[in-house]
């Protein structure tokens, strides 16, 4: 195995994409090219690859994909300098954790995307 670039699913793609450019991801690909009926997204930030797709865009291909926003996954990403990253995203997403320090030394924050999804971001200190 050489990567893990989860596909998440969503309700808009371009309110998904602006959500991530406020957290530094940059748009890398998307389905079509252009246009405002986007159906699939890839944003990358670093080492950091997400794809984002509409429910819409599968649901024949691959019926047994069912889920309510939010799905019960949480998105666990490593980078440096968090204290910098939380400052500059704090007023901007909505904040469920803020800074702390764990049992086993990671400092880590926790926010909700605009698709409820949490994501955690860490960095071993």
Known sequence: MESLSPNIFVKDINETIKFYHLLGFELVVTVPETGNDLIWAMMAKGNVTMMFQTMASLGEELPDISRQDGASML?????????AFFESVK?????????????????????KDNNNYVLTFAEDE
């Open 75 to 83: 998105l666990y990403i490593k980078l440096k300098n968090i204290r």
């Open 91 to 111: 007023d901007l997403v909505p904040v469920l954790k803020g800074l702390e320090t764990t049992f086993y030394g990671a400092t880590e924050f926790s926010i």
